[in-house]
C-alpha cells in the first residue's frame, strides 16, 4: 500500500513518521515545493527503520508529482499554519491556493486514492478538495478531512485531566467544525469505561473541559509559536491505518454533507466509518436540542468561510 504526503513540514513528516514506524503502508512518498526538504526529511526518518524495526519504503522528491502515482492515500498537509494571536481562518488567502492545486496535480496521477486534507482552515479546505474531486468524476467518500480525530483525542486528554484517569479509558467525540468556535465536544455522550462522565464530573468541570478542548489548538500555538504536530500526525496515522487496515472505525471526520445533521452542501464534522474505500456511512446521532443549535451555529461559520474561496 503507497501513501503520499504532501507538505514535509512538521505534521507531514510526523504522519510519515507514525505510518512508517506502524508499518500501515509499505511505502511512503513524502512531496514538498522546497527544494530538497522532503528528500531530507525523508532520509532521515529512513535511517530510523533499523532502530525502530520496520520496512517501509521511505522517499522525498521536490514536486514531482510522477512519483506519487497510483497512491492508495493522499494526505494533504501542505500550506502555512497559524501563529499566536491568529485564527485557522486567517490562513484562507494563502492555503486555498496550494491546496487548490497540489489536490489537482495529485490526483490526476492516484484517480483512485482516498484524500486525507490536513491544511487549515481544514472544513473549507475538505470543502475546496470536494469541489475538485467531483469535477474530476471521484465520490465524494473518497474525501476525507481530517480534524475531528485529533479534537476528540484532546477532549479525551482533558477528561483524562480533570477525571485523574487514563486516557485510554475514556471515550468521547468532537464534531461540527475544526475552529476555535465551531467545534462541539460532546460531553453528554463521552464515558469512562461506558458509564456516562456526567455521573463524575459536575457541569461546570465538564463546561470547563469543553472550553479547553475548543481551544485547544490555540493554547499549542501560543505555547509553541506554530501549530502542533505530534497529536496531528498521531490522528492522521489513525484515519490512514483507518482506510488502509480497513478497520471500519467510527472516527468523527469533515465529510461532504447532502441533508444529514439537515445540512446540505458543506463538508463539516460528523461520526463517520472509515475503511477501505474511504468513509463508508455517517454516523447519525441523536443530538439534543442544545447540540442540533451548536451544529447549526458551526455551519453558518463553516459556510461563511466557504463562501470566501
Ligand atoms: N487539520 C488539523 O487537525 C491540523 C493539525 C495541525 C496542523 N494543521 C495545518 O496543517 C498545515 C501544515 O502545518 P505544519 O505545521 O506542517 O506547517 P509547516 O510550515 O511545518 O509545513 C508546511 C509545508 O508545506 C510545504 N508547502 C507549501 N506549499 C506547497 C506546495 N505548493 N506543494 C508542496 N508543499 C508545499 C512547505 O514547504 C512546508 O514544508 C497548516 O495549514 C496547519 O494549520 C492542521
Ligand atoms: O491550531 C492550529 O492552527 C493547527 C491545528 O488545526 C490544530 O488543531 O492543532
Known amino acids: 500500500m503507497k501513501v503520499t504526503i504532501i507538505g514535509a513540514g512538521a505534521v507531514g513528516a510526523t504522519a510519515a513518521d507514525n505510518i512508517a514506524r506502524k508499518e500501515i503502508a509499505s511505502e511512503v512518498v513524502i512531496l514538498d515545493i522546497k527544494e530538497g526538504f522532503a528528500e ?110 485529533l479534537d476528540s483525542a484532546r477532549f479525551r486528554y482533558r477528561l483524562g485531566e480533570a477525571l485523574g484517569v487514563a486516557q485510554s479509558d475514556l471515550h468521547g467525540m468532537v464534531i461540527g467544525g475544526h475552529g476555535d468556535t465551531t467545534m462541539i465536544p460532546l460531553t453528554r455522550l463521552a464515558t469512562w469505561n461506558s458509564i456516562p462522565v456526567s455521573r463524575f464530573l459536575s457541569a461546570e468541570a465538564l463546561k470547563e473541559v469543553s472550553d479547553k478542548t475548543m481551544v485547544g489548538g490555540a493554547t499549542l500555538t501560543g505555547l509553541l509559536g506554530t501549530s502542533a504536530w505530534y497529536a496531528p500526525g498521531a490522528a492522521i496515522g489513525q484515519v490512514v491505518e483507518s482506510i488502509l487496515r480497513d478497520e471500519k472505525k467510527i472516527i468523527p471526520s469533515c465529510v461532504y454533507l447532502n441533508g444529514e445533521y439537515g445540512q446540505k452542501d458543506i463538508c463539516l464534522g460528523v461520526p463517520v466509518v472509515i475503511g477501505r474505500n474511504g468513509w463508508e456511512k455517517i454516523v447519525t446521532l441523536r443530538l439534543s436540542n442544545e447540540e442540533k443549535a451548536a451544529f447549526e451555529k458551526s455551519a453558518d461559520a463553516v459556510r461563511a468561510m466557504n463562501a470566501a474561496l
Not at 82 to 101: F, H, S, Y
Not at 107 to 121: D, T
Open 40 to 149: 531530507g526529511k525523508a532520509m532521515d526518518l529512513a535511517q530510523t527503520a533499523s532502530i525502530e524495526g520496520f520496512d517501509t519504503k521511505i522517499t522525498g522528491v521536490t514536486n514531482d508529482y510522477s512519483k506519487t502515482a497510483k497512491s492508495d492515500v493522499i494526505v494533504v498537509t501542505s500550506g502555512i499554519p497559524r501563529k499566536p494571536g491568529m485564527t485557522r481562518e486567517e490562513l484562507i488567502g494563502t492555503n486555498a491556493k496550494i491546496v487548490g492545486g497540489v489536490v489537482k496535480s495529485a490526483l490526476e496521477v492516484s484517480p483512485k486514492a482516498v484524500i486525507v486534507i490536513v491544511s487549515n482552515p481544514m472544513d473549507t479546505m475538505t470543502y475546496l478538495t470536494y469541489k475538485i474531486a467531483a469535477e474530476m468524476g471521484i465520490s465524494k467518500r473518497k474525501v476525507i478531512g481530517m480534524g475531528g480525530a
